[in-house]
């Protein structure tokens, strides 16, 4: 079953938007990855952020990817698609597989690990390796110890996720255990793009990351 990879660059700073507006300026600060993650739009409204998402995604050459929806990821062609634990087992996997979209998969636990890898995705995601900003979770923070300790059992690139910020990043980028680091507040100043925190957030992966 095994999705294609996202290539051979590190997955790097994967910053997570809620609008198609912050890819732009993300983007022309260098980011090579990223995710449009709504949860407050439906219809035509949301599919025509998802429209312009790629449209911006591909000007760049950028890997995007979508969040939850699936079905609209493989109509437009999106580089690629994030799905949860829940979704995943809902989705119909086979028909991404067959569009030749990207898969990337939340894991929380080894158990949740285990499950993702049977779909041999594109990536792995695993967190909150902090206490997550953006999202309540009732996972507890898996830390950087057992972040680079489960990453040492998993053969596809890992994504780390869950309060980063240009504070914590180094201590995340030097287990050398994610190809991907990924956030949402982090490359914000309030709800707006901080192009001074994402260049700061990118020159630290570049500087310790793998
Ligand atoms: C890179 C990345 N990792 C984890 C998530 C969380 O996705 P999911 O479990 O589908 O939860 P929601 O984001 O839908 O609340 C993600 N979006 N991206
Ligand atoms: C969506 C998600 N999945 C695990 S933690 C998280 C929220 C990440 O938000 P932040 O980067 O602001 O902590
Ligand atoms: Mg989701």
Same mark, same amino acid.
């Given at each position: 079953m095994?999705?294609?990879?996202? !290539?051979d660059r590190p997955?790097?700073?994967?910053?997570?938007?809620?609008?198609?507006?912050?890819?732009? $300026?993300?983007y022309?600060?260098?980011?090579t990855t990223?995710?449009?993650?709504?949860?407050?739009?439906?219809?035509?409204?949301?599919?025509?952020?998802?429209? +312009?998402?790629?449209?911006?995604?591909?000007e760049?050459d950028?890997?995007?990817?979508?969040n939850?929806?699936?079905?609209l990821?493989?109509k437009h062609?999106a580089y !690629?698609?994030h799905l949860?634990q829940?979704?995943?087992?809902?989705a119909d996997v086979q028909a991404?597989?067959d569009?030749g979209?990207?898969l990337?998969?939340?894991?929380h636990? $080894?158990? +949740?690990?285990d499950?993702?890898?049977?779909f041999? $995705?594109s990536?792995?995601a695993? !967190?909150?390796?902090?206490e997550?900003?953006?999202?309540?979770?009732t996972?507890d923070?898996?830390?950087?110890?057992?972040?680079?300790?489960?990453?040492?059992h998993?053969?596809?690139?890992?994504?780390?996720?869950?309060?980063?910020?240009?504070d914590?990043?180094?201590?995340?980028?030097?287990?050398?255990?994610?190809?991907?680091?990924?956030?949402?507040?982090g490359?914000? +100043?309030g709800?707006?793009?901080?192009?001074?925190?994402? !260049?700061a957030?990118?020159?630290?992966?570049?500087?310790?990351?793998?």
């Amino acid at each position: 079953m095994r999705f294609p990879d996202c !290539g051979d660059r590190p997955i790097g700073i994967y910053p997570v938007v809620d609008r198609t507006e912050k890819l732009r $300026p993300l983007y022309e600060c260098g980011i090579t990855t990223a995710q449009l993650r709504i949860k407050d739009m439906q219809g035509m409204e949301l599919e025509n952020e998802i429209v +312009e998402a790629i449209k911006v995604s591909r000007e760049f050459d950028v890997r995007f990817f979508v969040n939850d929806y699936w079905e609209l990821a493989v109509k437009h062609q999106a580089y !690629g698609i994030h799905l949860g634990q829940e979704d995943i087992q809902e989705a119909d996997v086979q028909a991404i597989l067959d569009a030749g979209i990207r898969l990337g998969i939340s894991t929380h636990t $080894p158990k +949740e690990i285990d499950i993702a890898l049977g779909f041999e $995705p594109s990536y792995l995601a695993i !967190g909150p390796v902090f206490e997550p900003i953006s999202k309540e979770l009732t996972y507890d923070p898996v830390g950087i110890d057992l972040l680079k300790r489960w990453a040492e059992h998993v053969e596809y690139p890992v994504v780390a996720i869950g309060g980063i910020t240009i504070d914590n990043i180094k201590e995340v980028a030097q287990t050398k255990a994610a190809s991907g680091i990924a956030m949402i507040s982090g490359v914000l +100043e309030g709800n707006n793009v901080s192009k001074e925190k994402t !260049g700061a957030l990118i020159g630290v992966f570049e500087a310790y990351g793998i």
